[in-house]
């Protein structure tokens, strides 16, 4: 909360010594008094004390010098801020020729309250100790269990800076103390000692690993760029994608008996393959007969005793093939649910499978003919992942938003244990949304738990899921009053006209229902842009009730973000992965290539439009900031202080648009007050870096709220709420 400090409520200066010139005065002095006073968190340095002199010959600036305490941050400067040189500066001189009075405003980032649970990613078990298990935590890095998962302790030495980005896990099979950990976008991390302290031995993404079990020097990771492999345990790596025409993989599997054949997955692509390597990823060739190929590949798991059945999770359903993948076929009779996230072979019964899924956690016990839910009483119907004790496969974990279930009896009953995990982290907040006309309401989309809404500026949640049945809320929320849209990553979009008490699914037309960006066009509400995983845009004209595709002129429909102009909504931007940015002026009519002049890197993630110059945009790519003056038709690298990052959110201040914001995944929240010419760190009480979602106060931009995987914070103090007679700070 910001206090004016009463007690430097009137400083002045009264020599001539402490103007920044010294040239002697020979026309009358006139004297100004200057008010100074500061917010909580930091003060302000000042020549003296008494009244400030003026005269034309020697000039009338001071300086002024604000100093942050510990875990604050200097803002801006308020008040009378047309006298000071610069605003934005901690230290900067003011013209004193009136009476003015200033204020030093000092903030940090502030975590709200939430619907705590962190969101549980991987689960690893140690092979020759199955009571040491580590799970990687979205939002909370690596942690580490002595004791069967009953408590757990935080080991991020050496990948602090990247935790709150770490996925998947991996142990060596023949020294358990090494184990590997890759990360969103930040590389992989190995560890000599069972996780006292880690090394970075890859940059780049690493988003799921197998070792080989016979030689575990030789290594697989895939991504978004293919598949690599090391031979000396990861200090070299070589891309091995011979045969793969599409590098966007995200599951790799090793045949336990035959250590050649390796298997990895598409996901996130229009076209998922299933690709075969039976020389160690030398070559590989496609192993897709049956399977989906509109499916996203998530998993992939080999029958340990037969190697010719393989079992592939996807976000259509489980298939199964009983020829070495060589054809499949859908094996999930008895689901509700056919988004796949997770499955695992019993090693010891390999008729028994389970498998983690969008609406629970599903078992087997006829090698995938029929399935049955086994998650009864969990307190979600989110399941990421599953593993078994090798030892005693009876033994279960399933890792859910808040924690990990165990069961000792093949799923027959669960106990809930999370004690020492990251539970200041809340589920993965991927939108946020406040609305216009009551900025104490703020809903949020979260990528685990549906959606959640605030009455009380962030001071208390409640969900709001009545006839939304998917909970992972990827693609955004947005509000035409009285309409309410929710973007979900599985069911399409839902509308609610009674503030999220209930919701309609508005899916029709839709012929993927994984969205990742909602736009609506700001003259005529009716008509909104969809961007769909890996199935280009959709556009609606009527509120929703109908949507049609409008790809024509994409090379390939892997869009990422869509962009209206605000002054003329007939021309819109849309990013392409890989193929750079391409531009529309008949609402999405056609599309024709900007050209990409100067645009060096076409990993295309976000886009963002000067609200007052709609000529210039603003490109978010996975190493950095472009920005074009001209609709587009050039581009320049605007980075400076920001290089390398991967950059998630750009936020343009609608009251001042030389004021930026940039959300990174693994660098935290960056700000520019020159339009991007330069940016710096904005972090200072922002626990988690990976930032999915950055929104301004629509009525004080001055305002920031963060959506990360560990929670939302605020930049800024809002005004009080009062709930039944008592204030409260939010």
Same mark, same amino acid.
């Given at each position: ?76 400067? =308020?008040?009378?801020?047309?006298? +000071? ?12 020729? !009136? ?58 030495? #050496? ?6 980005? *770490? ?52 290594? /697989? ?12 345990? #990861? ?65 992939? *798991? ?26 499949? /076929? ?87 244990? %999370? ?34 809404? =605030? ?15 998917? *909970? ?14 929710? *973007? ?20 029709? !037309? ?30 609606? =004209? ?28 007939? +021309? ?83 009251? %001042? ?74």
């Amino acid at each position: 909360m910001k206090r004016k400090l009463t007690a430097v409520a009137s400083i002045t200066v009264l020599i001539c010594v402490v103007l920044v010139n010294s040239i002697a005065c020979t026309t009358p002095v006139t004297e100004y008094v200057l008010t100074i006073s500061s917010t909580e968190g930091g003060s302000v340095t000042t020549p003296g004390e008494g009244k400030y002199p003026y005269c034309e010959e020697q000039g009338d600036r001071v300086k002024l010098v604000a100093t942050p305490d510990a875990g604050y941050q200097f803002n801006r400067w =308020t008040g009378d801020v047309g006298t +000071i040189a610069d605003v934005y500066a901690a230290e900067t001189t003011i013209t004193v020729n !009136g009476d003015y009075s200033i204020t030093a405003e000092f903030d940090k980032w502030v975590k709200l309250s939430g619907p705590y649970g962190a969101y549980n990613v991987c689960l690893a078990i140690d092979p020759s100790n199955p009571q040491i298990i580590y799970a990687t935590i979205d939002g909370g890095g690596v942690y580490k269990s002595y004791d069967g998962g009953k408590m757990w302790i935080e080991i991020n030495d #050496g990948i602090t800076e990247y935790a709150a980005c *770490a996925r998947g896990v991996a142990i060596n099979p023949h020294n358990s103390q090494i184990v590997y950990v890759g990360t969103w976008d930040k590389g992989l991390f190995r560890t000599y000692n069972g996780g006292v302290n880690w090394q970075r031995v890859r940059g780049d993404r690493a988003w799921g690993i197998a070792i080989n079990p016979v030689n575990p020097q030789i290594i /697989y990771i895939v991504a978004g760029k293919g598949v690599f492999m090391t031979t000396d345990g #990861g200090d070299t790596w070589n891309p091995k994608n011979n045969g793969i025409t599409n590098l966007r993989l995200g599951s790799v599997a090793i045949d336990p008996n035959n250590p050649d054949v390796v298997y990895v997955g598409n996901w996130l692509s229009p076209d998922n393959w299933l690709y075969k390597s039976i020389n160690g990823g030398e070559s590989w060739s496609v192993s897709s007969d049956g399977l989906d190929s509109t499916a996203g590949i998530t998993s992939i *798991a080999i029958d340990p005793q037969n190697s010719s059945i393989i079992y592939v999770g996807t976000d259509a359903g489980l298939f199964k093939s009983v020829d070495g993948g060589n054809s499949s /076929y859908l094996s999930s009779n008895g689901m509700t649910n056919q988004y796949v996230r997770d499955v695992r072979v019993d090693p010891n019964t390999p008729d028994i499978l389970y498998a983690a899924t969008w609406c629970g956690l599903f078992k087997s016990l006829d090698a995938g003919g029929t399935w049955s839910l086994i998650s009864q009483g969990f307190h979600t119907n989110i399941v990421k992942t599953v593993v078994l004790d090798p030892n005693d496969s009876q033994i279960v974990y399933a890792g859910v938003p808040g924690g990990i279930y165990i069961s000792s009896n093949g799923g027959e009953s669960w106990s809930f244990n %999370n004690d020492g995990l990251a539970l200041d982290s809340s589920v993965s907040w991927r939108s946020l949304l406040i609305d216009p006309t009551n900025t104490q309401i703020i809903y949020v989309g979260t990528y685990g738990g549906g959606v959640f809404k =605030t009455i009380q500026g962030g001071h208390c949640w409640f969900p709001i899921n009545s006839g939304i049945d998917c *909970a992972w809320v990827n693609g955004g929320l947005c509000m035409e009053s009285p309409a309410l849209y929710v *973007a979900t990553d599985g069911g399409g979009i839902y509308k609610s006209t009674d503030g999220g008490e209930n919701w309609v699914q508005k899916s029709d !037309g839709l012929t993927q229902k994984v969205i990742q960006r909602i736009r609506v066009d700001p003259s005529n509400h009716e008509i909104m842009y969809i961007v769909t995983n890996a199935a280009g845009v959709f556009k609606t =004209t009527n509120g929703g009730d109908g949507w049609f595709p409008i790809n024509n002129g994409f090379p390939f429909p892997d869009v990422t973000d869509v962009i209206v102009n605000p002054l003329d909504p007939s +021309i819109l931007y849309a990013g392409i992965w890989d193929y750079g940015i391409y531009k529309s002026t008949d609402a999405g009519g056609s599309w024709v290539s900007t050209g990409n002049d100067g645009l060096s890197d076409l990993t295309l993630l976000s886009l963002e439009i000067d609200p007052c110059d709609p000529e210039r945009v603003y490109a978010g790519t996975c190493s950095g900031i472009f920005m074009s003056t001209d609709g587009g038709e050039h581009w320049v690298y605007s980075s400076n202080g920001i290089e390398g990052l991967v950059i998630q959110e750009i936020v343009v201040d609608p009251s %001042n648009p030389h004021i930026i914001y940039a959300g990174t995944h693994g660098g935290g929240v960056f700000k520019s007050i020159d339009g991007g010419g330069s940016w710096r760190a904005w972090n200072e009480g922002l626990s988690n870096m990976c930032i999915d979602a950055l929104v301004l106060d629509p009525q004080d931009p001055s305002i920031v709220y963060a959506g990360t995987g560990g929670g939302v914070f605020r930049w800024g103090q809002p005004p009080c709420v009062t709930v039944g007679g008592i204030v409260e700070l939010p």
